[in-house]
């Protein structure tokens, strides 16, 4: 027994001093390659990082995050089955970093990274339409929260719809729609996200105050995610577009109604897709409207019913249920979209002083809102033949138009290229050089004393 005890006590400090140096070492390698990673020397920080892998796999979070760019380094360097390899090493290494480092600083990335691995299978080819969307979903499903990425947003709505495209029995016209709404609601709630960070440091320009070296490089950041948002948002609807006309939509929500009209969800998506799409003159919208507001009155379904009674001519009443709309909604943000909705309606009913008011009240919940300042802009440039007691000062309210356009780019990078392309247009319309001379105004300032009650300073030659 004494043998034994001694025994064992020989082999525990032995282990011990053995595991000892086997974190050490890893600890050490580690080192080794991560500085290699930094300076993007990958092919050197190859060897060393698959020896870490392999040893100690729950040792550091740089396994990784750098092993993700080693492997897609080697697949871009090489051909075959050796490139083949690599690429099923990447596939491998997500489902590694779900076991090893599933969060990060206690928040989960499980979304992120099975997103990211749905992606690689698509960039690198190695997996049908189905497979891929089942890894999308089960990010989605698993956690919604980190799947944040734009590109993979859109990817996961674009392997079902093309897998729709080959049979409708596979996936039904209902489930193409009901993840249209889900991924489309998601993208918003990213904007919205994006929209709360650059507000505060908008507002903290407006306020004429200097900005940090970091809220000019998260500015950046913000507007060119926002950007990617806008244009994969806008792909998003023009795919949707083609399947969700009023022929389809109509018969299918009459189909589902009875099943689903105790369902506030299902009625807010298929009225909101009904107004989008323009089939609110149908008898179906107003019993979807009138269900949503029995059965959960909020901004949403009075928004609605102020839409159907403008088209009843109700012009009052509308108005009624749309502040109605306003003042149930908490959210500035949800907020500032009913606004522009509002606002919109407006524009469209020939009311422009209405619109830019509901337009400048969005603007005050959401400063990055260009697409109100757009709105505002083309209710300026509408109005230049009523505006104006010469052809020169008519022309001019286009530089006012102008103007408001280039801000709507500057402080929203979601419409940024809509923007400045709109502010040239409008430019193209203003007095020019040789208008300015032939008047010999320059610097001289223009009044607009019309509904719009601004004025502008013809630009110096």
Known sequence: MKTLRCFLIIFSLTFNFANGQSNEECSNNLSIFAESAKIKNYDVAYDTWLLVLNECPKLNLAIYSYGERILKHKIKNSSGSEQQSFKEDLIGLYDQWIINFPKRKGVSKIGSILSTKAQALIDYKMADDASVY?????????????????????NYFDTLYKQYKVSNLVVSTEHLFNKYEEISEKFEFESTSLAKKLDKI??????????TKREIK??????VNSRAIGILLSNLDAIIAIEASCENLIPLYKRNFEENKSDPIWLKRAASRMDSKECSDDPLFVTLVEALHTLDPSA?????LGLLNDKRGKSSEALK??????SLEADQYKKAKILYKIAVKFKNSGR?????????????NQPSMGRA???????????????????????????????????????????????????LSYMGRAPSKTDIFSQANQGAKITFNCWVGASVTVPKL
């Open 352 to 364: 422009k002083q209405s619109s830019r008011r509901y337009a400048q009240k969005a603007l005050k």
């Open 134 to 154: 089942a890894v999308f979903d089960e990010a989605y499903t698993k956690d919604s929260a980190s799947f944040t990425n734009p590109k993979g947003l859109y």
């Open 321 to 326: 249920y749309y502040e109605e709309s306003i």
């Open 300 to 304: 949403d379904s009075a928004y609605y």
């Open 218 to 223: 998260n500015k950046r950041v913000y507007n």
């Open 373 to 423: 300042l757009l709105l505002i802009a083309s209710l300026y440039a509408s109005s230049a033949n009523d505006c104006g007691d010469n052809q020169f000062n008519k022309r001019a309210i286009y530089w006012l138009a102008a103007d408001i356009a280039t801000k709507a780019g500057r402080v929203d990078g979601s419409i940024k290229k809509l923007a400045n392309k709109t502010a």
């Open 202 to 211: 908008l507002i903290k320009e407006d306020n004429g105050e200097p900005l």
